[in-house]
């Protein structure tokens, strides 16, 4: 080629050797272009890998998740097909991965009658809402046994969508066992509450009947013991007041049966009233004082503060007192004391019986409060009562809102504590 032949550009170098630096220029220019590219390639090769690797370990941590074992999950198509299933809900069904690939799998098919209903409304709200609150129904196994499902759904497109269900089968045999253990409980109540009312019913009748004639007992020994029927000799008098002692224990026993009964059957009403607690204190002095003196027991009450009161049934809360103080005199050995005390905090009122007695040891205390029970009761030593007292006293107590309690040691004497709701404070006189 001569540059002769061809017509000359302004800009054309004016040589040969302009030219070939031209080229060779050029040429650099092309060969840094190419590395640019690969380069770029490269890069895009590298960044493509990157996502790809992102997305597979994304893919995967997915996958992973929907393996919970806890919780079946499965993918439904816009014609009810189960398209997925996870482990889970295969296991929960008895149904295998054939199954879902065999499209043997419809939400109609799993779903029993009765829980049609339930299951449309749950379509019809993924529909308008996109999801459905979570809902309980059963679905049948395939060998037709039924299992419980706690189910929500949320749709994915307009084609498919996913469902969680906790298999709640445990937790639903638990309840209807709790249900029938409930009414077990219930009807049982109503038979034992029967069965009692039937008790005091008997017991009301039995001590009608045994009363009357230990009244009449009574009567004829006091008649015979009048010297009615002929003169009577020491010894005989002496038969005779074991006969009264016998007879009025015997009446006292069945009365307190009676009492008991009533109690445990809720029949004793209790006329609730306020109630001054030094008056309350002091009525218990002229009916135990003959007995205490008897014994050689110094009795005494503490005088306590006239503004209190407490909220209880007069006659029940001296009861219960008498109760207290007789025991403190039967159980105390003769020069020992007996002592009645007050005090209160704001809610409360405590009324305590002290004395120097025997005492009751730790294990015991507890027992004695229910029926029947007597602590070291031998034989040998028959003790008065049955056993009652304390069970009538702690129910009357407890009846009135209140309780009893003891705190004893051997040795040391008991206490007991009477606690009644504390009524507002008398106005003091003012002046
Ligand atoms: P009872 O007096 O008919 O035996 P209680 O229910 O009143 O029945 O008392 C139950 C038992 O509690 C008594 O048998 C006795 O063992 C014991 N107990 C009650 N009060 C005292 C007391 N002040 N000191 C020692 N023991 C007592």
Redesign the pocket.
Known sequence: MSDKTLPRHPAEPSTHQDLLSRIATLEARVRELEAERDQLQDQTEARIREQTAALRESEERFRRALEIETVGVIFFNAHGDITWANDAFLRTGGYTQEDVAGQRLRWDRLTPPEWMPASRRAIAQLKTTGSTTPYEKEYYRKDGSRWWGLFAAKGLSENDGVEFILDITEHKRAEAERERLLRDAESARAEAETANRAKVDFLGAMSHELRTPLNAVGGYVDLLDLGVHGPVTEAQRAALSRITANQRHLLMLINDILAYAKLDAGQVPFDLRRLAAGDVLGSVEPLIAPQATAKGIAYSAQPCDPALGLIGDQERVRQILL?LVT??I??TSAGGWVLLSCDADTAWLYIRVR?N????ALEKQRA?FDPF?????RADQP?E???????ISRDLARGMGGDLSVESAPGAG?AFTLCLPRAEDEPRASG
């Open positions: 109760n025991n403190g039967k159980f004395d007695g025997p005492g009751i004695i029970i007597q602590v070291d009761r003790q009562g049955v056993g009652l007292g304390l069970a008991s």
